[in-house]
């Protein structure tokens, strides 16, 4: 049962990442639950996934951010079931009237187009071909991929084009796909980045409901290694006052594990992330809640977070910069601080489409 007034109270909410369900900052009315005035006692239920599908006019989104080492991403999802409660990309379901609290990890929506829309828009004649980065936004392995296979179906696409990709995941589904990243990365067209927050497994089961275990995790970063798969390790993010101190140990897991190379990102809490995340401590942390927000407010000028271009990503100020020095000795000890090999742009080619002419010969 649950008492917050956004949520029904015959609700029950488990392995669920946000506390709440506050709409979103485009509406202008809450519409939380409202007592029908009947005296009785509501039967308990569980908050269920749902799936809608979206038809996208285009998939391959452009930045322009400084911060992103790419310019080019492709979500094959909004939201995401793993529930993440520091997940940046929570506050994009709020362009959709959604709350980025329970709608974004139980009100999921699936482009099963994505695919076909890939393949039209690699092959528009003023398309230039530079790395495609999947799973920037929402998790493209997330549980609901088994039963779409929308992630696979574009890796496809992108292996017949020979287009360099890379891969960011929290999800062992992945190992499902070693067949075609195998090859891509034999061809120098993949790469995958594999987010490990924490080694505590009770940890990440609250920060992560939905996400696999940290050994699992390292399992997978395992097996992409041993398939010849380029793949990073990504301690990311970096939580003060509760994973700062395993910086070096993550990086060891990695190592040993068959990482190649690591990075890591300060947890970011951008418009609605901050509450839902100071909910999160609250009910799990409420000793640790001041400090882990004092040390965010010493990194951003005060505030729960600041946008700020070449900062947002790091902070800065005494402690962002000890806690970037202490994992550049680490990733120098162990080998993890060279820049990985650049994705081949070299090889794209724009196959013959079904129906062409010289499909004949």
């Known amino acids: 049962m649950t008492e917050d007034p956004t949520i029904s109270p015959d609700l029950r909410i488990r392995a669920r990442g946000a506390r709440s369900n506050r709409a979103g900052r485009f509406e202008t009315q809450a519409t939380g639950y409202v007592a029908d005035g009947w005296d009785r006692e509501p039967e308990e239920r569980p908050l269920r996934t749902h799936v809608s599908e979206e038809r996208p006019r285009r998939i391959i989104t452009y930045n322009r951010s400084p911060d992103l080492p790419f310019d080019r991403s492709v979500n094959p999802y909004r939201g995401c079931e793993h529930g993440c409660i520091y997940c940046f990309a929570r506050p994009t379901h709020a362009y959709l009237g959604l709350s980025p609290g329970l709608d974004f990890e139980t009100r999921l929506i699936a482009r099963p187009e994505a695919p076909a829309r890939l393949e039209a828009e690699l092959r528009a004649r003023s398309y230039r071909v530079a790395p495609i980065a999947i799973g920037t936004n929402t998790d493209p392995y997330q549980p609901i991929e088994r039963e779409y296979g929308i992630t696979r179906r574009c890796l496809e696409v992108l292996s017949r084009f020979s287009h360099p990709v890379a891969i960011v995941t929290k999800g062992a589904l992945i190992e499902r796909d070693l067949d ?162 650049d994705l081949r742009c070299d090889l794209f080619e724009v196959p013959l489409a079904r129906g062409d002419q010289l499909a004949l010969f």
Not at 181 to 203: C, F, H, K, P
Not at 256 to 280: D, K, N, Q, Y
Not at 303 to 328: C, E, L, P, T
């Open 180 to 341: 075609i990243l195998s090859d891509m990365a034999g061809r120098g067209l993949a790469r995958v980045g594999i987010s490990v927050t924490t080694l505590d497994a009770d940890l990440a089961r609250r920060l992560e409901p939905r996400a696999p275990s940290p050994l699992r995790r390292l399992e997978t970063i395992r097996r992409l290694a041993i398939a010849g798969v380029p793949v990073r390790l990504m301690a990311s993010p970096v939580i003060p006052g509760l994973t700062d101190h395993e910086i070096e140990t993550l990086l060891e897991a990695g190592h040993e594990a068959g990482a190649g190379a690591a990075s890591w990102i300060m947890l970011r809490l951008p418009l609605e992330v901050s509450p839902l995340f100071r909910e999160w401590l609250a009910a799990y942390y409420p000793d640790r809640a001041g400090r882990v927000m004092n040390r965010l407010r010493e990194m951003h000028d005060g505030k729960d977070y600041s946008a700020d271009w070449h900062r947002r990503m790091r902070g800065q100020g005494v402690y962002a910069r000890m806690i970037a020095r202490r994992f550049d000795l680490a990733a120098r000890r162990l080998g993890l601080d060279a820049a990985q090999p």
